[in-house]
């Protein structure tokens, strides 16, 4: 008989969850990438164009193949065919460097690849590579900070396809622009970042001359699978691709870059497992950035704060031959009610890599821009800047004139404000003051888009009392492994514990993407199906099977709960354990498999789904030293319902610390003699340590947005990030007097404060 | 987390055997190979490397050690922390070479699914990770912290994990996880 502790009492849904893979991740058992090990592993390094402008005009290995242990230099003449790859609509084949690697001799950035040596061991081939002699012919590198925009039509091409830059427009803005009464008009930069997960990127590619195996550590395995497919001229059947575990990405892992093609090259060319590990110099230079942002921002009001106009003119730079589109615009066209708006784009082109999604794309360096200038507004005014967006508060989404799903944005300000005491503050700059510092107080919004991705899964109830649930979508750190067994313990009443959870890997039915804050509001109606069906089938299975105690019921007298078959007659106490009842009919398993469409790609959405939040944030700024240090932020969240709170105020959390790196600290640059990132390591490269984390407290509002999925919960992994930079550059407004509109932050920007202690 | 084992790694019994094999293919292959013996984890181990190996890579790729991590290769992230006669080290900044000798505890060696360190039971329970990348490292670094000159506040945890990057930004739960253990060691002293 089964026992009480055998199945789940009360569902885990919504309930602080230690995550059922951490006792892995806390002993080293967890398996990323380049922890994996084959007989006869070979490595890896790849070698780096010096200049970001140019020809390679001879490259000498003979030195490098001559060293001990060293099995090849592989090169544009020797590498073998490696083929282009394109975009395959709507959602497989993307890449943000669709040139293959090695293609041609011309050098388009610092780092680019020009060769790649491989040995049997790892201290064999980083010294080779380093002993492989290029010279090239030198052209001056554009890295110029001052972004003008390329003359392009008013449609491009896009790494997602062709694109308007003219992205929304109601009204006349200019005409209600010239004719506010009250106006704002600056321009707001964000600098090239990089994204540092502290996981190098790498490959291990086998090859045994028909089928491609590779342990990568992607955001998004189908996709990879569907470009390195085409590259290799290979059936998608014969490429498997497998990431257990991810060392976060944020976004530089979702789409594939160079150096993976480099190492299944080599595989197949030396019919040997390669692994190739990145330096964190290489994860500057090869695997995308966030690039460069310059936005004008112009708001017109009224003198009550009522917004008339806003236009948002916004310029990313890219490398040479991508398509990369920073979508700064995201939020703009839904975010405030205003009768007459315009978001209009561009592009510049420079010598460096190809940007690609960071955190956030778009809507962080966006809502920088236009939470900022409305900060700026507020202060012009003289009114309260929660105040002044309460006034803005829109009905509808009024660029795409349809209903919000679920908006608690308000209610976001109102809880934001009371936790962090706002109520209290002085608005007059330099006016509060504590234990001889002053205090700054700071605010901002933000928004992001919610939706799902297509998605599959498959769940198996098993003899023994567990469940197996697979799904071909990863964890990237956001606890997506414990979200599924929580999904299936709520359906089925298997406990946690006893629940696998498989992800990662292209032989498992397909799943969304570690992207857009996602994956969570896709799989639950997939894996709810997928459930739902293993139940059926169950019940199936007690009616029809020899050795079931319901073989004189039909499916539709029975019923499932708490993980018990039961006759709805006879009530759950008299039903039997999922266990018992595949034991005594001789199975193994029964097996449901479930799917659910995507929203994004809807021609005409009928309601409008965003997360939304809030920030307000605390520093303090000591003058005699300069000192400006983030002391505490309060944010609330409005993303529908929280799965799993415990990972859920966590990844707030840690968004919020990204957010103080950004606005204080970083910053990639680019020298402009050869066009290296010249920060390229993490001594130089600053990101927040513990140290620099402030005091967070985080609030979910937790109304559930079931047009997002039945259990109403949306994603949450982006939107913690999107407001805090302007949050705390309002802060250090209000302490030190200076507005600060280029990121980040730096001492020399506050020295011209006046404010003294 | 038994639900997990299919994503788990190797257990730590399987560890020797397969260095010893992995042993006998590299010293074919590198003949500038030279006899090191490391003792990690309780264990002595006769290797021949190259003399070029850090002790991070020979950890890795030599004696699948893989808990400890690469992140950066230059001492600046702490990922690869491990602890040299009880004192935590950045191990990509060590020839392995060099270690001969000395006792060498990997994040292996602190404990195991279902024998988990006191540090490594507050990480879970406090969430004090996302990736878990950085993690074993923080908890290297934690480990070592408990016998170190560390006053009681957060402050003073937050300034002495600072070595240790975590990009998910893990901060405050890492404090959390930490000082649990550290007020609980405290009370049973009290006790």
Same mark, same amino acid.
């Given at each position: 008989?089964?026992?009480?502790?055998?199945?789940?009492?009360?569902?885990?849904?919504?309930? #602080?969850?230690?995550?059922?893979?951490?006792?892995?991740?806390?002993?080293?058992?967890?398996?990323?990438?380049?922890?994996?090990?084959?007989?006869?592993?070979?490595?890896?390094?790849?070698?780096?164009?010096?200049?970001?402008?140019?020809?390679?005009?001879?490259?000498?290995?003979?030195?490098?193949?001559?060293?001990?242990?060293?099995?090849?230099?592989?090169?544009?003449?020797?590498?073998?065919?490696?083929?282009?790859?394109?975009?395959?609509?709507?959602?497989?084949?993307?890449?943000?460097?669709?040139?293959?690697?090695?293609?041609?001799?011309?050098?388009?950035?610092?780092?680019?690849?020009?060769?790649?040596?491989?040995?049997?061991?790892?201290?064999?081939?980083?010294?080779?590579?380093?002993?492989?002699?290029?010279?090239?012919?030198? =052209?001056?590198?554009?890295?110029?900070?001052?972004? #003008?925009?390329?003359?392009?039509?008013?449609?491009?091409?896009?790494?997602?396809?062709?694109?308007?830059?003219?992205?929304?427009?109601?009204?006349?803005?200019?005409?209600?622009?010239?004719?506010?009464?009250?106006?704002?008009?600056?321009?707001?930069?964000?600098?090239?970042?990089?994204?540092?997960?502290?996981?190098?990127?790498?490959?291990?590619?086998?090859?045994?001359?028909?089928?491609?195996?590779?342990?990568?550590?992607?955001?998004?395995?189908?996709?990879?699978?569907?470009?390195?497919?085409?590259?290799?001229?290979?059936?998608?059947?014969?490429?498997?691709?497998?990431?257990?575990?991810?060392?976060?990405?944020?976004?530089?892992?979702?789409?594939?870059?160079?150096?993976?093609?480099?190492?299944?090259?080599?595989?197949?060319?030396?019919?040997?497992?390669?692994?190739?590990?990145?330096?964190?110099?290489?994860?500057?230079?090869?695997?995308?950035?966030?690039?460069?942002?310059?936005?004008?921002?112009?708001?017109?009001?009224?003198?009550?704060?009522?917004?008339?106009?806003?236009?948002? =003119?916004?310029?990313?730079?890219?490398?040479?031959?991508?398509?990369?589109?920073?979508?700064?615009?995201?939020?703009?066209?839904?975010?405030?009610?205003?009768?007459?708006?315009?978001?209009?784009?561009?592009?510049?082109?420079?010598?460096?890599?190809?940007?690609?999604?960071?955190?956030?794309?778009?809507?962080?360096?966006?809502?920088?821009?236009?939470?900022?200038?409305?900060?700026?507004?507020?202060?012009?005014?003289?009114?309260?800047?929660?105040?002044?967006?309460?006034?803005?508060?829109?009905?509808? =989404?009024?660029?795409?004139?349809?209903?919000?799903?679920?908006?608690?944005?308000?209610?976001?300000? #109102?809880?934001?404000?009371?936790?962090?005491?706002?109520?209290?503050?002085?608005?007059?700059?330099?006016?509060?003051?504590?234990?001889?510092?002053?205090?700054?107080?700071?605010?901002?919004?933000?928004?992001?888009?919610?939706?799902?991705?297509?998605?599959?899964?498959?769940?198996?109830?098993?003899?023994?009392?567990?469940?197996?649930?697979?799904?071909?979508?990863?964890?990237?750190?956001?606890?997506?492994?414990?979200?599924?067994?929580?999904?299936?313990?709520?359906?089925?009443?298997?406990?946690?514990?006893?629940?696998?959870?498989?992800?990662?890997?292209?032989?498992?039915?397909?799943?969304?993407?570690?992207?857009?804050?996602?994956?969570?509001?896709?799989?639950?109606?997939?894996?709810?199906?997928?459930?739902?069906?293993?139940?059926?089938?169950?019940?199936?299975?007690?009616?029809?099977?020899?050795?079931?105690?319901?073989?004189?019921?039909?499916?539709?007298?029975?019923?499932?709960?708490?993980?018990?078959?039961?006759?709805?007659?006879?009530?759950?106490?008299?039903?039997?354990?999922?266990?018992?009842?595949?034991?005594?009919?001789?199975?193994?398993?029964?097996?449901?498999?479930?799917?659910?469409?995507?929203?994004?790609?809807?021609?005409?959405?009928?309601?409008?789904?965003?997360?939304?939040?809030?920030?307000?944030?605390?520093?303090?700024?000591?003058?005699?030293?300069?000192?400006?240090?983030?002391?505490?932020?309060?944010?609330?969240?409005?993303?529908?319902?929280?799965?799993?709170?415990?990972?859920?105020?966590?990844?707030?959390?840690?968004?919020?610390?990204?957010?103080?790196?950004?606005?204080?600290?970083?910053?990639?640059?680019?020298?402009?003699?050869?066009?290296?990132?010249?920060?390229?390591?993490?001594?130089?490269?600053?990101?927040?340590?513990?140290?620099?984390?402030?005091?967070?407290?985080?609030?979910?509002?937790?109304?559930?947005?079931?047009?997002?999925?039945?259990?109403?919960?949306?994603?949450?992994?982006?939107?913690?990030?999107?407001?805090?930079?302007?949050?705390?550059?309002?802060?250090?407004?209000?302490?030190?007097?200076?507005?600060?509109?280029?990121?980040?932050?730096?001492?020399?920007?506050?020295?011209?404060?006046?404010?003294?202690? | 987390?038994?639900?997990?084992?299919?994503?788990?790694?190797?257990?730590?019994?399987?560890?020797?055997?397969?260095?010893?094999?992995?042993?006998?293919?590299?010293?074919?292959?590198?003949?500038?190979?030279?006899?090191?013996?490391?003792?990690?984890?309780?264990?002595?181990?006769?290797?021949?490397?190259?003399?070029?190996?850090?002790?991070?890579?020979?950890?890795?790729?030599?004696?699948?050690?893989?808990?400890?991590?690469?992140?950066?290769?230059?001492?600046?992230?702490?990922?690869?922390?491990?602890?040299?006669?009880?004192?935590?080290?950045?191990?990509?900044?060590?020839?392995?070479?060099?270690?001969?000798?000395?006792?060498?505890?990997?994040?292996?060696?602190?404990?195991?699914?279902?024998?988990?360190?006191?540090?490594?039971?507050?990480?879970?329970?406090?969430?004090?990770?996302?990736?878990?990348?950085?993690?074993?490292?923080?908890?290297?670094?934690?480990?070592?912290?408990?016998?170190?000159?560390?006053?009681?506040?957060?402050?003073?945890?937050?300034?002495?994990?600072?070595?240790?990057?975590?990009?998910?930004?893990?901060?405050?739960?890492?404090?959390?996880?930490?000082?649990?253990?550290?007020?609980?060691?405290?009370?049973?002293?009290?006790?």
């Amino acid at each position: 008989m089964p026992t009480i502790t055998e199945t789940a009492t009360t569902s885990p849904i919504g309930r #602080q969850t230690p995550r059922i893979d951490g006792p892995f991740k806390v002993s080293g058992t967890a398996m990323y990438a380049s922890d994996f090990n084959f007989t006869g592993l070979l490595f890896a390094v790849p070698v780096e164009a010096t200049i970001a402008n140019g020809k390679l005009q001879k490259l000498d290995a003979s030195e490098a193949e001559k060293m001990p242990g060293v099995r090849a230099i592989f090169h544009r003449a020797n590498i073998g065919k490696i083929f282009r790859s394109v975009l395959q609509p709507p959602n497989s084949g993307i890449a943000d460097e669709r040139r293959p690697p090695l293609a041609d001799d011309v050098i388009r950035y610092y780092g680019q690849y020009v060769a790649i040596a491989v040995a049997d061991t790892f201290e064999a081939a980083k010294a080779a590579a380093d002993a492989v002699r290029a010279t090239y012919t030198k =052209d001056k590198p554009n890295v110029n900070l001052d972004l #003008q925009p390329e003359s392009e039509p008013e449609a491009v091409e896009t790494t997602h396809g062709r694109l308007k830059r003219l992205q929304s427009e109601r009204g006349d803005p200019d005409k209600a622009f010239a004719s506010a009464q009250v106006k704002v008009d600056q321009t707001y930069v964000t600098p090239a970042e990089t994204h540092n997960p502290i996981e190098l990127q790498g490959t291990i590619a086998m090859w045994d001359g028909q089928m491609l195996t590779i342990y990568e550590e992607s955001q998004a395995v189908f996709n990879l699978r569907s470009v390195l497919a085409q590259m290799f001229g290979l059936p998608k059947e014969n490429v498997r691709v497998i990431t257990k575990f991810v060392g976060s990405g944020f976004g530089s892992k979702l789409w594939p870059w160079t150096h993976c093609a480099l190492a299944c090259a080599a595989a197949r060319q030396l019919g040997k497992p390669v692994k190739l590990v990145l330096s964190r110099r290489m994860m500057f230079q090869s695997v995308g950035h966030r690039p460069r942002t310059q936005q004008r921002v112009r708001l017109g009001a009224t003198n009550e704060g009522k917004l008339v106009s806003l236009m948002q =003119d916004y310029l990313n730079d890219l490398d040479i031959l991508g398509g990369y589109h920073e979508n700064c615009g995201e939020s703009t066209s839904y975010f405030y009610s205003v009768p007459n708006l315009r978001v209009h784009w561009g592009r510049t082109r420079r010598n460096i890599a190809s940007p690609t999604p960071m955190r956030g794309p778009g809507a962080v360096p966006g809502l920088f821009a236009t939470e900022s200038a409305m900060n700026e507004l507020a202060d012009q005014l003289k009114i309260d800047p929660v105040r002044l967006r309460e006034l803005n508060e829109p009905k509808i =989404d009024e660029g795409k004139g349809i209903p919000f799903s679920s908006r608690h944005y308000l209610e976001c300000l #109102q809880r934001g404000g009371e936790r962090f005491g706002w109520a209290n503050r002085n608005a007059e700059v330099g006016s509060m003051k504590r234990d001889g510092s002053i205090l700054g107080w700071g605010m901002s919004g933000a928004a992001w888009i919610a939706g799902r991705f297509p998605a599959q899964a498959s769940v198996e109830l098993r003899d023994d009392g567990s469940a197996r649930v697979a799904c071909g979508t990863q964890d990237i750190g956001t606890g997506t492994y414990t979200i599924l067994a929580q999904l299936v313990s709520d359906k089925t009443g298997v406990p946690l514990n006893k629940i696998e959870v498989v992800l990662g890997d292209t032989s498992l039915p397909p799943g969304p993407i570690s992207g857009g804050s996602l994956v969570t509001g896709s799989i639950v109606p997939a894996v709810f199906d997928a459930a739902d069906n293993a139940i059926t089938s169950l019940l199936t299975v007690a009616t029809t099977e020899p050795g079931s105690p319901f073989g004189n019921r039909t499916p539709d007298d029975l019923a499932f709960e708490a993980g018990r078959v039961f006759a709805k007659a006879d009530g759950l106490a008299k039903g039997v354990s999922v266990s018992d009842l595949l034991r005594r009919t001789n199975m193994r398993l029964v097996t449901g498999s479930g799917k659910s469409e995507g929203t994004l790609d809807e021609k005409k959405p009928k309601v409008s789904m965003h997360s939304y939040c809030c920030h307000f944030v605390e520093v303090t700024w000591q003058p005699a030293t300069a000192r400006l240090h983030v002391n505490r932020v309060v944010t609330v969240i409005d993303g529908g319902r929280i799965i799993n709170p415990l990972a859920g105020r966590n990844q707030i959390e840690g968004a919020v610390v990204m957010g103080v790196g950004m606005a204080l600290l970083e910053h990639t640059i680019y020298d402009p003699q050869n066009g290296a990132p010249i920060n390229s390591n993490l001594a130089d490269y600053l990101m927040a340590v513990n140290a620099d984390a402030p005091l967070m407290e985080v609030h979910f509002l937790d109304y559930p947005d079931t047009d997002v999925n039945p259990l109403g919960a949306r994603g949450i992994g982006e939107i913690g990030l999107a407001g805090v930079a302007a949050a705390i550059t309002a802060a250090t407004y209000h302490a030190t007097g200076v507005r600060v509109r280029e990121l980040p932050i730096r001492i020399e920007d506050l020295l011209t404060s006046s404010i003294l202690a | 987390m038994a639900g997990l084992l299919t994503t788990a790694g190797p257990a730590i019994t399987t560890l020797a055997q397969r260095s010893e094999k992995a042993e006998q293919e590299l010293s074919a292959a590198t003949k500038d190979a030279i006899p090191v013996t490391l003792h990690v984890n309780g264990q002595k181990h006769n290797l021949r490397i190259d003399p070029r190996t850090t002790l991070l890579d020979c950890l890795r790729e030599h004696l699948h050690l893989t808990g400890s991590k690469k992140g950066c290769d230059h001492g600046q992230c702490g990922a690869c922390t491990v602890h040299v006669n009880g004192r935590r080290m950045n191990s990509c900044l060590c020839l392995a070479a060099m270690y001969q000798g000395d006792e060498i505890t990997t994040i292996e060696g602190v404990g195991q699914p279902g024998n988990l360190h006191p540090i490594q039971e507050a990480f879970v329970a406090h969430d004090a990770y996302q990736c878990g990348y950085c993690t074993c490292g923080q908890i290297m670094s934690a480990v070592a912290l408990l016998s170190e000159p560390v006053g009681p506040e957060d402050a003073e945890v937050k300034e002495f994990m600072s070595g240790n990057i975590c990009r998910c930004g893990a901060y405050q739960n890492i404090v959390e996880a930490i000082q649990s253990v550290r007020q609980s060691t405290n009370r049973q002293k009290a006790g």
